[in-house]
């Protein structure tokens, strides 16, 4: 319980300090600004929340034609990604393009990527699947099976452009790229493509050879719901861990303890006692001095002469040690005059009593 006369912690006169004011300004801004992160976190979990809702509720509808949601030239809408379509046509074989460094079930290879052409003369682009290296590298290309030829019924989920593609480029007599962005690889086209492309799901004859099936990814919105919570827990952090400075400052100018500082031990108190121990007294007790015994005595025969020697006093030593009388201290002279100046002079001693005014003794 505080005392009461003692002095109370003054947190708005430490608030009023530059020094503090400049902290605070910091905490509040380091508060604010990972409020806004945690704010585009949460844009972005609803973004991907958004996906795998979508991604589920397309992978359980009907398959729609490709020309509902596949327009040519340009990309569609975000809300048709993952669609389910059917495309009709004959693939052109000539033209497959390969796209290099793409990464399935954790192992790197390739992805096989035909023009589908329809009977209106656009064409769509099949990303047929995957095929692993040609060789125990990860660059060597691979033998690609051959396309059925004829017209083939084709039944995929549609895919937007991805981004960050690079220029055209020809190898080995094919188009090689990085990303899969239909708009440019048009350009190596004689015929117009759509914007978008689809990953083959299955396909009427079926091809031959082994592909492996893209896989339709959901997005991890649980790691965007963990840095929300990260980072609006930070922000509390930093303001509370500035209050909490701010009281601690205040109850060190007051003289206060402050939480987690070590405490000065209380002296503790030395228990009395109205009589002293025996042991005690007998440490204190001055020993008696003792005799002399005839055993002690050192016989003159066996004193040391050099003891001899420096116990006696040289003569001219004595003199020296001897007053002059013309040196006579000052104080001495005085005490002598005091003494005779108390005296009473002769003319003033008191006259003898008369006998007759002797008083008679009873």
Excluded: C
């Excluded at 809702?53 to 729609?64: C, E, F, G, L, Y």
């Excluded at 549609?158 to 190898?171: C, F, I, M, T, Y």
């Excluded at 104080?331 to 001693?349: A, L, M, Q, T, Y």
């Amino acid at each position: 319980m505080p005392d009461p006369g003692q002095a109370r912690p003054n947190v708005l006169g430490v608030l009023r300090t530059p020094r503090w004011l400049l902290f605070g300004l910091i905490a509040i801004g380091l508060a604010v600004t990972m409020i806004f992160l945690g704010i585009w976190q949460l844009h972005r979990y609803e973004l991907r929340s958004g996906i795998n809702a979508r991604i589920d509720a397309h992978a359980k509808a009907a398959p729609v034609p490709a020309e509902r949601v596949l327009p040519v030239g340009r990309a569609p809408a975000d809300a048709d990604e993952y669609t389910r379509v059917t495309v009709t046509g004959r693939y052109d074989a000539a033209r497959t393009m390969l796209v290099r460094a793409r990464t399935v079930n954790g192992n790197v290879g390739y992805e096989v990527v035909t023009p589908l052409r329809r009977a209106d003369g656009t064409a769509v682009l099949v990303d047929r699947g995957w095929l692993p290296p040609g060789g125990s590298d990860t660059v060597s290309e691979p033998k690609v099976p051959a396309a059925p030829t004829g017209q083939v019924t084709v039944v995929g989920q549609v895919r937007l452009p991805e981004s960050g593609a690079g220029p055209v480029a020809w190898r080995n007599g094919h188009v090689e790229v990085r990303r899969i962005d239909p708009r440019k690889l048009a350009t190596a086209l004689p015929y117009p493509a759509t914007g978008g492309y689809v990953t083959l799901t299955h396909q009427t004859p079926a091809a031959a050879g082994t592909f492996v099936a893209i896989p339709i990814d959901h997005e991890n919105a649980a790691m965007n719901l963990s840095y929300i919570v990260q980072w609006w827990l930070f922000s509390g952090i930093a303001l509370v861990g500035y209050g909490l400075l701010i009281r601690w400052e205040s109850r060190k100018r007051v003289g206060l303890s402050v939480p987690g500082s070590p405490r000065t031990p209380r002296p503790q108190a030395r228990p009395r006692t109205d009589r002293l121990s025996d042991d005690r007294l007998s440490d204190d007790r001055v020993p008696e001095r003792r005799a002399p015994r005839s055993d002690d005595r050192v016989p003159e025969d066996r004193v040391p002469e050099d003891r001899v020697s420096d116990d006696r006093v040289p003569e001219d030593r004595v003199l020296e040690d001897r007053v002059p009388e013309d040196r006579v201290p000052e104080n001495r002279v005085s005490e002598s005059r005091r003494v005779s100046d108390d005296r009473v002079p002769e003319d003033r001693v008191p006259d003898r009593v008369p006998e007759d005014r002797v008083p008679d003794r009873p």
